[in-house]
């Protein structure tokens, strides 16, 4: 029997083959040592909490938030605010604080809208509008904030005749007034005639009143309402220095049309002050609050 023996040719074509069949073998043993492993175990919920309380806090500088707006998103529905909510408490504080300053109480106040009057730089003043709601809490009226302007001298708590300065304190409005024979108003109304004063004079008997005509004048100085129809054209009196009337202490104190400083009446631009007497409620019983 005769060996055989392979021929370079043949171990040339065998080598290749069996390199092959080789690499063959190892990636399925591999496949199948994989297949046969237990698959790895997903995290608990608990595990993670674990983790995340060893983690260092993050600075709120760096994320961007602050402690304030993270509290604020924690907070349940009802606890969060509006945008409107801070100018609502600021002017909430502001009827508050006018309200302390001049000795008065809120929840002992017979009306349901206050006209805020703030010094706020010289004779130059913020102008609110406010209502009661019908849940009892004080709301200023949208569109109803104004630029207005108090006495030349600013506002006073100690008041006299031509001192130039606004009387501070508390005052209903009693009585619109101006030069239109019928203006949009609830108010109680009087038109202004070439006939009409306004008392001015302190040892008059009709100091700091309203009188048609001068036959039986006995006062030596009152204040002719015609002569002043571009601010009288909207005016309010504000029933300062009125039950009782004490002579001396200021007359002729006035909501009224303007825009520049006063004598001691509060001003408004014309357009403001038409709205506000549009506004105005008689039974409502407003007040004006100036401090």
Known sequence: MKNKTLTASQWIFLIPAAALLITSAIFI???YSRRSQP????PSRSDMEEVSDVQEPE????????ESTEASQAAPPDEK??????????ESRLLTKGLEACGADIASLETEQIILVHGTSGSRAEVVLCEKQSNEVWRSVKGFSFQGFVGKNGISRDKSEGDKTTPAGLFPLTLAFGTHSSPDTSMKYRQITKKSYWVDDPDS???NQWVEGNTDADWNSAEKLSKYSRQYEYAVVIGYNQNPTVPGKGSAIFLHCGTNATVGCVAVDRDSMKSILKRLDRTKNPYILIF
Do not use: C, H, V
């Open 29 to 31: 043993t591999s496949l």
């Open 39 to 42: 698959p790895a175990a997903t």
């Open 59 to 66: 600075n709120p500088e760096s994320t961007g938030k602050s």
């Open 81 to 90: 605010q509006s945008s409107t909510a801070p100018a609502q408490r600021s």
């Open 205 to 207: 008997k009709k100091y």
